[in-house]
């Protein structure tokens, strides 16, 4: 940090000035700029000097204004903590860190926590502001506690009615309001009988999660069982999907193209695997395109970006992967070399073949690129009149490869 930054980010809380320390009050009562939301600077208003300036709408991610006053005295109030989904985070992009300071406050989910009781490293958080609430779809297992950051006043009855149409119905809620200020309010409901109203647009919602024996549950584990997925038959089933997954090794940060999408099971599993992951499914039929965005929703990654048409064309202008999957169905019709010469340096490209046409396009890029083969088979028991037999599945042929 600089000696004398022209930048301040204050974290303000429902309890206004009366919150701050000296060194927050003293850098919005000397800015010649305090930018924030309308409820940040009325909080702030008795102190502020210089010229309030309100975000935008609709908000500038790139910060123009506060850029162009570079140099200046300027001070930007956040709710909270600015770096835990807040506009500090936004600010560092285009900001150099040597040239701002942070003067944090407690966090919604720090508030959350003191008010419950509940250790804050033990349980799940989400901010579920300005997003999809399917994104809390991967966090309900029996037993886990989850604080949520919500967007209105609106969400936590949209929640509710969420957890009790996938059968955790009987989990209990706790509606925090306002907190820190005047207003703060807590009050409980179980989810399926939830009939809270007047809620303050400023809330957050701890779930104490309760399932039945329906509940829709995602596993932590890869290879989701089937019946998870919406589909017309054509899915990677979940034993070839576990080891496909395994083959495409997901890092945190990377991008998937699935090419020939179907159901959408390969890239809603490689999100599932960590918040940070991306996938771009690529689907030529409006049918199954359809069922994808249904089944990313019903999966909780509702972030799983869709593209409707045939490879390769429909890979044009598209960022390019860490990693690339092509389904097991049809030939090539030159989407390997597409996907190859769009691969990054270093990414994996994982293709299966049931059919002997895309078994010998993988043979013969094995042969002239090496990576590793795999023939993947499975049988699963089912009756064979008054006994039990196997029967087998399709076998897979799998090439696994990584881009020098």
Known sequence: MSANPWLTIVGIGEDGISGLGDAAKQAIAGAAHVFGGKRHIALAESL???????WPTPFDTAMTDVVALRGRSVVVLASGDPFLHGVGVTLSRHVPLNEMRTLPAPSAFSLAASRLGWALQDIETVSLHGLAIDLIRPLLHPGTRIIALTSDADAP???AALLAQAGFGASRLTLLEA?????ERLRTAIAEHFDLENINPLNVLAVEVESNQQARILPLASGL???LFEHDGQITKREIRAVTLSS???RRGALLWDIGAGSGSIGIEWMLSHPSLNAIAIEADAERAARIRRNASQCGVPGLTLVEGAAPD???GLPAPDAIFIGGGGSDDGVMDAAIAALRPGGR????AVTLQMEAVLLAAHAARGGELLRLAVSRASPVGSMTGWRSAMPVTQ???VKP
């Open 314 to 316: 429909a890979l044009s």
């Open 248 to 250: 495409l090794a997901p």
């Open 399 to 401: 090439w696994a490869w």
């Open 48 to 54: 502020i000097s210089g010229t309030a300036r309100p």
């Open 225 to 227: 069982a089937d019946d």
């Open 179 to 183: 907190l820190g200020g005047a207003q």
């Open 157 to 159: 009855k949209a929640i």
């Open 349 to 352: 490209l994982v293709a299966n």
